[in-house]
């Protein structure tokens, strides 16, 4: 499809749908807002009594509620909504419950081109404690309301001990991969809370890794209305899709704290604290981490995972932290500031195994490495957020420090048809330390009565520098090649300036708004690369420690001028978007948006290399999107964006300062353009049932492809940057979620996916004329299931298994199809036991099948289980873990894409027992 085909079909389906907007004649103005606990924040019955100024009662209502179809019980969202009033003017929200204060909230209706009626949240205090009653019923595990979940954490059989993310993982229809990304119903959360507030400036590893898991009550999945929607009280479409973890009553007050220190054998050992202070007025929070386990509690007893989500080597991690939050003005205004600390030492040892394919004949690669890394980090963060009636202020100052230390050993064997190529030996070194600050700032003001004026601004400056030091002897077996060895040592200071500024002004009409919208950007990039030859000067030693001085190499002739260089790019971005939304068009009554930006794009570098290159390339950018959403069922966006290749690319030049690979630049690359389609689509019905259905559709034109001519005789890589079509992938998945039984005891949970990716490259073998394109069609069918039955409080058990299915086939001559895939089947189980003991295990096998390397497929068992005890009233727990009980743990991965296949095994942390002591307190404020 040409790009002008793509623009009319855009603009034709964006006529299409502003004359489907409605027009509404008559305008009844509706009153709505949300009533909540102060100390929870959870929804509760309340009546409320909409007054005029002047306290004439116009209307009642209650807050909302839905009645679950299993266990009755009435279920309060805190939302509520008056019918709608006429006249503009001042009105008051009166807030009746019982056991709690009264609560009054000032409204008014400014013009009537506004929407409805926003009401600021209204928070409910307690006037005395009511007497507890307790209820037994089934425990539901989530309640579902149009595009919300809400989870209830005590209906969870947790290992005693356990951190939020081991709840987070056990949550139906959620998956948490190994470095703390959130997926609900395949789609990603964009942002972790607690009581609604950003926890450690946002990372969601600080509250999944440190905040106990019986502190939790519930956990809140929904789009939450960004600073520009709670202003103008309607969908300006900054929605985030966020995770809410709410806090027991009792420890949304006081003060908690949990401490854990335990030994065990092969030298594993883990210590941890966590302190927090939380009240009304001020949030305190510390942490401190130390361990040699690599890995987190969740993979440990879940089974939800695989030997390739275990951390890669052995890794000692110390981590601390401290948080400060206080809110200010309004419960949605706060202050908070964050320091993070940490030191990490790894060793990591590597083993692939890479088959690069050609056109007639593939070479293969072995390859072993031994690396040893050490770093330390802190950063700081510090957020301002200003909410109010009439205006917003989001201010966030950050800086980074990071140094990083390593050493270590490669070696290398290339082959093709069997016969020995090449063979090298490499040893290294490397000292990294990065600087790095950011200051973001966005101001909002409602102007005349219902429209918002905001203007934005970012500074973005980091630093490197990076020195590394390589020796490496390349081999050949035949006595016509000559032996190549090489002493490097490379120097790459690097800075690089982003700044942004940008306006906007949105023009409201009830639901509907029109929004003109500029941006500017300015990017500045200054590298450089020197490159020193050591051989050249004497045999060594070298270390990075007594390195003559940078004038005395190129004085003694270490410079190598061919691979040496430096440069200084600038980027100028100007954005003109005009965009246009209706939240009730016509078609379904879905809400739609559209944009059409045109970025106008100026990129100049100039570049030195063996003297001086300017390049400047300069360019209008047309990328609309259009998006389709009905809340909580179904939505469909699309668009286009594109860009310029990476400047460097586009210079001349011949870089063969390593001796395996030559890379040259091309002057002849296109613009990268872009294309996507997704939709996706949910239902819900009763016994807790969702079912999820995505699909999306991803081109590129102009794709950036290394194109590959491979030398069979000295297995040299020459590599060459070319523009080809033809690269694009469609997915889809389905997620299904349901309670089988009555009584919500059985629940399934399955999540399928499907991908085909057409992938284009370009390769050759030397002495062959023209590249040859390489097309690879690859398919990843992956397939998880779960099958849990919770028979009480005290035991729960789980069927869990997943397929994951790879099939690449090409055309091309002499390619060989590949069928390759990951199984794995296993069992978890959660016991009470006598005397109040608790047993938590799980044992799953893990097979892999269709590998190149016949020591790849295997059929490995690994068995973990965890016994604990409580005493001294459930503040002491002793717990005795074992890990990889088998010994049968293997860390292998696979990939693939249009140049080649590559798997790869790491070392892994070994099999231990453990045992450890956790103590846990809590103190609330003494009741006036």
């Not at 209307?59 to 299993?70: G, K, N, Y």
């Not at 860009?643 to 002849?668: A, C, H, I, Q």
């Not at 997704?678 to 819900?684: A, E, S």
Request: hydrophobic share 35%.
């Amino acid at each position: 499809m040409t790009k002008n085909r793509v623009r009319s079909l855009f603009f034709m389906i964006c006529a299409l749908f502003i004359c489907l907007s409605a027009h509404a004649q008559k305008y009844r103005y509706q009153v709505n807002g949300l009533v909540q606990d102060a100390i929870t924040g959870e929804g509760m019955p309340v009546k409320l009594y909409l007054m005029t100024a002047d306290s004439i009662v116009i209307d009642s209502v209650s807050t909302e509620a839905e009645q679950d179809p299993e266990s009755g019980k009435a279920i309060y969202t805190g939302e509520y909504s008056f019918p709608g009033v006429i006249e503009k003017g001042h009105y008051i929200v009166h807030a009746v419950s019982e056991g709690y204060q009264d609560a009054y909230m000032n409204c008014e209706l400014k013009s009537k081109r506004e929407f409805y009626i926003p009401v600021r949240t209204i928070y409910m205090y307690k006037v005395h404690k009511l007497k507890e009653v307790t209820v037994k019923a089934t425990k539901l595990k989530m309640v579902i309301k149009k595009d919300t979940i809400v989870y209830n954490a005590d209906a969870f059989n947790l290992p005693e001990g356990s951190m939020l993310e081991t709840l987070v993982a056990r949550l139906p229809g959620a998956k948490l991969t190994k470095d703390g990304q959130i997926y609900v119903n395949g789609k990603y959360v964009e942002s972790l809370l607690v009581n609604g507030n950003n926890f450690f400036s946002g990372n969601p590893m600080m509250a999944l890794e440190n905040l106990p898991a019986y502190t939790v009550s519930k956990i809140k999945v929904f789009n939450k209305a960004g600073q520009k929607s709670q202003m103008m009280g309607q969908d300006m479409g900054d929605k985030v899709y966020t995770m809410d973890v709410r806090l027991k009553k009792e420890y949304a007050t006081g003060y908690m704290g949990n401490f854990e220190a335990g030994a065990g054998t092969q030298h594993r050992y883990m210590t941890r604290a966590f302190l927090m202070k939380f009240s009304d007025k001020e949030r305190i929070g510390t942490y401190f981490n130390m361990n040699n386990l690599n890995d987190n509690q969740r993979a440990r007893l879940d089974g939800e995972w695989s030997p390739q989500d275990v951390s890669d080597g052995l890794t000692t991690t110390k981590t601390a932290g401290l948080s400060y939050m206080r809110p200010l003005s309004t419960p949605i205004s706060w202050f908070q500031s964050d320091v993070t600390w940490e030191h990490t030492n790894d060793n990591l040892v590597t083993k692939t195994n890479t088959q690069t394919f050609l056109p007639d004949g593939d070479s293969y690669r072995k390859a072993v490495s031994n690396m040893r890394n050490s770093s330390t980090s802190w950063q700081t963060t510090n957020l301002l957020i200003l909410q109010e009636d009439a205006y917003y202020v989001t201010s966030n100052l950050a800086a980074s420090y990071k140094k990083k230390t390593g050493w270590g050993l490669d070696n290398q064997r290339d082959s093709v048809h069997n016969s020995l190529l090449s063979r090298l030996m490499e040893s290294q070194s490397n000292d990294v330390k990065h600087y790095g600050f950011t200051f973001d700032n966005s101001v909002g003001w409602k102007v005349l009565m219902s429209d918002m004026f905001g203007v934005t601004g970012q500074v973005y400056y980091t630093r490197d520098l990076n020195r590394s030091l390589l020796s490496s002897d390349l081999q050949y077996p035949t006595a016509a090649l000559p032996a190549d060895k090489r002493v490097r040592y490379l120097n790459t200071p690097n800075q690089n300036l982003k700044l942004t500024a940008g306006l906007h002004y949105i023009w409201n009409y009830r639901d509907r708004s029109v929004i003109p919208e500029y941006k500017y950007i300015y990017n500045f990039n200054k590298t450089n690369n020197l490159l020193y030859r050591l051989d050249r000067i004497g045999a060594g030693p070298y270390s990075l420690d007594n390195l003559p001085p940078s004038t005395a190499l190129m004085i003694a002739g270490a410079l190598d001028g061919n691979n040496t260089y430096e440069y200084r790019e600038r980027r100028h971005e100007h954005l003109f978007n005009l965009s246009y939304s209706s939240l009730k068009s016509l078609l379904f009554g879905a809400e739609f948006r559209v944009g059409v930006p045109v970025r106008l794009l100026h990129a100049s570098l100039n570049y030195e290399r063996m003297g001086m290159q300017h390049i400047s390339r300069q360019r209008t950018f047309f990328e609309p999107m259009l998006s389709l959403e009905k809340q909580g069922q179904w939505s469909v966006r699309m668009g286009m964006s594109s860009d310029f290749p990476e400047m460097t690319l586009l210079t001349t030049y011949r870089d063969d300062s390593n001796p395996l690979y030559v890379r040259e630049g091309n002057s002849k690359l296109r613009d990268i353009h872009k294309y996507y389609v997704t939709g996706n689509v949910t239902f819900r019905g009763q016994h807790q049932q969702s079912i999820s259905l995505s699909a999306s559709y991803n081109q590129t034109d102009n794709a950036v492809a290394y194109g590959l001519q491979y030398d069979k005789t000295t297995s040299v890589s020459h590599i060459l940057p070319v523009s080809v079509n033809g690269n694009w992938h469609i997915n889809g998945s389905f997620n299904f979620t349901r309670a089988l039984d009555k009584n919500n005891r059985l629940t399934i949970d399955n999540n399928f996916a499907a991908e085909y990716r057409h992938s284009v490259d370009m390769a050759q073998t030397l002495g062959s004329t023209g590249n040859e394109r390489s097309i690879v069609g690859n398919v990843i069918l992956d397939n998880t299931l779960k099958l849990n039955y919770r028979a009480n409080d005290n035991a729960e058990v789980a069927l869990h298994g997943s397929v994951k299915y790879y099939s690449i086939t090409s055309k091309r001559t002499g390619f060989e199809a590949i069928h390759a895939g990951d199984y794995n089947v296993g069992l978890n189980t959660t016991l009470a036991l006598p005397w109040h003991f608790q047993l938590v295990t799980d044992i799953t096998v893990f097979m892999r099948r269709g590998y190149q390397q016949a020591e790849m497929n295997t059929s490995d068992w690994l068995w973990n289980a965890q016994l604990t005890r409580s005493f001294f009233n459930n503040h002491l727990l002793a717990k005795l873990q074992a890990f990889d009980i088998l010994h049968q743990l293997r860390s292998t991965s696979y990939a693939v894409n249009e140049q080649g296949r590559m798997e790869t095994w790491h070392n892994s942390i070994p099999r231990y027992v453990m045992f450890s002591l956790a103590w846990k307190f809590n103190v609330n404020p003494k009741k006036k």
